[in-house]
């Protein structure tokens, strides 16, 4: 498994959670990261996406102010702050590396060439 998402758990509304994604190093040289996810019985959607320097990112509307995604890039991690979390929160959150070069950080799944396993994210109301 080249990534592998963690930090996922039950959670009541209003409260936080941090995923982490581990990677290669060869991985982590993607053009870009990004964390997707997956409601029982929708399509798998984005959330978040960050450039390879880290200096852009890009939202999924529904979680713009309330997650943060960022990378360290001595460790190879790419991680996903959430706070206020929602019950329309509740999925499999994966990370995936886009080594297209496109210079902007692909907002639909189809570019992503690498996918993680996923981690579960419950929030009770």
């Known amino acids: 498994v080249q990534l592998q998402a963690s930090g996922g758990g039950l959670v009541q509304a209003g409260g936080s959670l941090r995923l982490s994604c581990e990677t290669s190093e060869r991985i982590f040289s993607a053009n870009a990261m990004g964390w997707f996810r997956q409601a029982p019985g929708k399509e798998r959607e984005f959330a978040a996406g960050?450039?390879?320097?880290?200096?852009?990112?890009s939202y999924a509307d529904s979680v713009k102010g309330r997650f943060t995604i960022s990378r360290d890039n001595a460790k190879n991690m790419v991680y996903l702050q959430m706070n206020s979390l929602k019950p329309e929160d509740t999925g499999v959150y994966s990370c995936?590396?886009?080594?297209?070069?496109?210079?902007?950080?692909?907002?639909?799944?189809?570019?992503?060439?690498?996918w993680g396993l996923g981690t579960l994210v419950t929030v009770s109301s």
């Open positions: 995936a590396a886009d080594f297209t070069v496109t210079g902007v950080v692909e907002v639909t799944d189809v570019p992503y060439d690498y």
């Open positions: 960050i450039s390879r320097g880290g200096s852009r990112t």
